[in-house]
């Protein structure tokens, strides 16, 4: 499968931005998705999962009460569905690029995964810069 993340850009603090993930490909199996996102120089790290089903979410301590995260209803036919992260009252310390990621799980495992080893497809990346 193939993602395609978007709708970032520039804002200024305290502002929101509505964050997308696409797949392409082999869409037709159950992923849970989690964003992450990267500052130049340090590692990527966990933003938030969502779990195949969009049941159950888990948010990082440092984006909780501010982001989040939903994706579209699941259809019998085509498992994979589109991914937000709403992200509201930015700060500067959100400016970084952010990425989607897909982990193919099946229809009992409804959980959610925070270890960027966890997820084996990623999409490019959508910047986002949060200005003071």
């Known amino acids: 499968v193939q993602l395609q993340a978007s709708g970032g850009g520039l804002v200024q603090v305290g502002g929101s931005l509505k964050l997308s993930c696409a797949a392409s490909?082999?869409?037709?199996?159950?992923?849970?998705v989690g964003w992450f996102r990267q500052i130049s120089g340090k590692e990527r790290e966990f933003v938030v999962g969502?779990?195949?089903?969009?049941?159950?979410?888990?948010?990082?301590?440092?984006v909780k009460g501010r982001f989040t995260v939903s994706r579209d209803t699941v259809s019998r036919h085509n498992a994979w569905n589109t991914v937000y992260l709403q992200m509201n009252s930015l700060k500067p310390e959100d400016t970084a690029i952010y990425f989607c990621a897909a982990k193919a799980t099946i229809f009992s495992d409804n959980g959610v995964f925070t270890g960027r080893n966890q997820y084996s497809y990623w999409g490019q990346g959508t910047l986002v810069t949060v200005s003071s």
């Open positions: 490909g082999r869409t037709n199996r159950r992923y849970a």
């Open positions: 969502i779990s195949w089903s969009g049941d159950t979410t888990h948010y990082a301590d440092s």
